[in-house]
């Protein structure tokens, strides 16, 4: 009854093999590889993986990217299957205004993130954070409904817009600072509190929102670790969150 997720981002894929469908279930392998790399998935990461019964992924990195994974998951008589945003799944609406615009690893982090909540305790309102390539801020209201959010560009792309337009920006990554002194520490920290003073400017949108009441906050991306140190409010970091979401969406559409 093995279930593989496919999480295929902007710059990596990542994987993970769960004993079943279900969330919380046991994670048997996994694994994640820059998109350049992703041609030998079938001869060597997932050579040697017990057969997995059902697959379900999310791609925001294009129709070809996902082409090619598809190729890999021939390996198997499994048949792929992505997620496309809708107006409603596994308990959460969608508020966007074209719902099917709505880019799928954000859909699939949002359920995640509700599953998180609604297994802790009461209903609350919470705050999605993604950061990756791009950096995503969403809002979840205390009901399920996805409000809106902020997309921003992540560390790596503020830092070559920077250094691609100007002459005088290409130096080594420097320190999160309050009083940077050098262009290193100025250009890490402009990164960091562009995306603190986001998620601030974010959860006190949907404070206000939800009465004064305050959102958790969750945090996942392979670069939430360098962004959480510095956020001065509580948090969590999830780094399952997609792979939880998609877990979710698996287990409600089996109940169906
Ligand atoms: N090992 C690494 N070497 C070089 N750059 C990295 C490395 N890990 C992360 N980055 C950079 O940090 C940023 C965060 O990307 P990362 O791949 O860690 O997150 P991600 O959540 O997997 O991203 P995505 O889902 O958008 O692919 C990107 O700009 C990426 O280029
Ligand atoms: C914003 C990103 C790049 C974040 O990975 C992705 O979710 C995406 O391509 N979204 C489509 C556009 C949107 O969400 O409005
Ligand atoms: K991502």
């Given at each position: 009854m093995s279930f593989l997720a496919i999480d295929i981002g902007n710059t990596r894929l990542k994987w993970a093999q769960?004993?079943?469908?279900q969330p919380g279930a046991a994670v048997l392998a996994h694994g994640a590889r820059f998109l350049e790399t992703i041609d030998t998935l079938a001869e060597q990461d997932w050579r040697s993986l017990a057969v997995p019964s059902t697959m379900?992924?999310?791609?925001?990195?294009g129709e070809a990217v996902r082409r090619r994974v598809e190729e890999q998951l021939e390996l198997w008589d499994l048949t792929p299957r992505w997620v496309v945003p809708g107006n409603h799944e596994a308990g959460v609406t969608n508020g966007y205004d074209h719902p099917m615009r709505l880019g799928?690893?954000?859909w699939v982090a949002l359920i995640g993130a509700r599953g998180h909540v609604l297994a802790r305790g009461p209903a609350r309102p919470a705050l999605v954070v993604m950061v990756g390539t791009a950096v995503t801020v969403d809002a979840l209201d205390r009901d399920g409904k996805f409000l809106g959010g902020l997309i921003l560009p992540g560390h790596g792309i503020?830092?070559?817009?920077?250094?691609?337009?100007?002459?005088?920006?290409r130096v080594p990554t420097g320190e999160v600072m309050p009083f940077p002194a050098n262009?290193?520490?100025a250009l890490t920290s402009g990164g960091t509190y562009a995306i603190t003073g986001a998620i601030a400017r974010m959860r006190a949108h949907l404070a206000a929102r939800s009465g004064g009441e305050e959102p958790v906050l969750l945090m996942t991306g392979g670069a939430g670790w360098k962004v959480a140190p510095y956020l001065d409010v509580p948090?969590?970091?999830v780094e399952s969150l997609i792979f939880d979401g998609l877990l979710h969406?698996?287990?409600?559409?089996?109940?169906?």
């Open positions: 769960y004993a079943s469908p379900l992924g999310c791609v925001v990195a799928a690893d954000r503020m830092l070559r817009a920077l250094e691609s337009g100007t002459a005088g920006l262009t290193s520490d948090h969590e970091l969406i698996q287990s409600h559409r089996l109940a169906l």
